[in-house]
């Protein structure tokens, strides 16, 4: 074989034909490789969930997910889906069944993330219905468990008389754990925050303040949950409405006035623009 020859074979040999063997490696890296990414959502909401402090999710197929029923959430969801907020919210797709257990399925906010860093804000002035203060004043019991919790947090919290029956009202205790937070002070609980949304949430109070669900609704306990990856992709959706209630018609809010027992604000504006405020501020000027 000539010298030129013997050249051109040695340039051919890079163009061998791949082996069944690279054929399985690549498919094993690739399986593996899917798990890592599903063990990364999975992880993530997981922790969602156990800062929620709640273990009513499971997953579902095609990127959805699947929430303990709620009869509340499912009606709130099924109106958000023809609501100018529909952006801003998880698509719902209905109930399901699953081991004797009712879910409402939505959208998996996490599916499109690589390794997500999420963030829940309990958005609101309070975090319970006015309803629910009613009825705990209905049947005022003094409870024991509630003034030891109230004390290992913050010794000083009870009254002299409180200190002396060694409990408290439930009206008194929920109304002082909200002290705890800023949501009594700016209206938004928040655990840290990761990078900035500020985008977002301008959108998202632009939406809020043309929307019609949103005018006659009372939105309490309701979460904005951040999320963002190592892409620099961030998001913000509302979630959580179990607490959400329609309003007695022609009853409307506007989510800025202070609330006072029987007004039924909740305060929601007013968080987010707390909300974007601190966020502006640290922004670099210009």
Partial sequence: MSQKSARHHQAQRPHSVPTATSFIATSEQRRENDERV??????????????????????GDGGKLLKKYCECERQCLEKLM????????????????????????????????DSPSIMDCKMGS?????????????????????????????????????????AVL????????????STATLGFRIEGIKKNYLQRLEELRAELEKSEFFRTHEVVGSSLLFVHDGSERARVWMI???????????????????????????????????????????????
């Fill in 38 to 59: 599903a063990f990364r959502h999975a992880l993530a909401r997981a922790k969602a969930s156990a800062a929620a402090g709640t273990r009513n999710f499971q997953a």
């Fill in 170 to 181: 439930k009206p008194r205790y929920m109304q002082w754990r909200e002290t705890l937070s």
């Fill in 126 to 166: 309070r975090t319970y219905l006015e309803e629910e203060l009613v009825k705990a004043r209905e049947r005022p019991r003094l409870r024991k468990d509630m003034y030891e919790k109230m004390v290992a947090v913050e010794p000083g919290a009870p009254s002299a008389e409180e200190r002396a029956q060694q």
């Fill in 82 to 113: 023809g609501d100018s907020l529909r952006p801003f919210v998880p698509g719902y797709y209905g109930v399901v069944r699953r081991d004797e257990q009712d879910y409402n399925v939505m959208d998996d906010l996490l599916a499109d993330f």
């Fill in 240 to 286: 959580d409405f179990g607490k959400t209630v329609p309003l007695p018609p022609p009853l409307t809010l506007d989510h800025r006035t202070p609330w006072v027992e029987g007004n039924r604000e909740d305060g929601y504006l007013w968080g987010l623009d707390n909300l974007i405020n601190i966020l502006s501020a640290m922004l670099p000027a210009g």
